[in-house]
Nanobody
């Protein structure tokens, strides 16, 4: 099993910044992509940012230019730097990790417990 522990959420005014962290521990077998999702009240969970094991990144359109995902493979940790925050960024943010070897169909996925981000106007 892999445990994901998130930190860094909180309350911030519009235009402010927050940095989320997610540390993986446990029976880690070759972490692949590390991702951040978010879920706002009454909405479906959506993908925010992705970083591959090689460091390639991709972002959802609403956060491009404002959010930056990064990872420290030595620490099995992924970060999400969020700048120029807007009230519509308010959501619970979840860390998600793919882990495994060989055929991707055999990989496992893990979720963090979520951390609340609230942006006031």
């Amino acid at each position: 099993q892999v445990q994901l522990v998130e930190s860094g959420g909180g309350l911030v005014q519009a235009g402010g910044s927050l940095r989320l962290s997610c540390a993986a521990s446990g029976n880690i077998v070759s972490i692949r992509a590390m991702n951040w999702y978010r879920q706002a009240p009454g909405k479906q969970r959506e993908l925010v940012a992705v970083i591959s094991s090689e460091g390639n990144t991709n972002y959802a359109d609403p956060v491009k230019g404002r959010f930056t995902i990064s990872r420290d493979n030595a620490k099995n940790t992924v970060y999400l730097q969020m700048n120029s925050l807007k009230p519509e960024d308010t959501a619970v943010y979840y860390c998600h990790v793919d882990s495994g070897v060989g055929n991707p169909s055999s990989w496992s996925e893990y979720w963090g417990q979520g951390t609340q981000v609230t942006v006031s106007s």
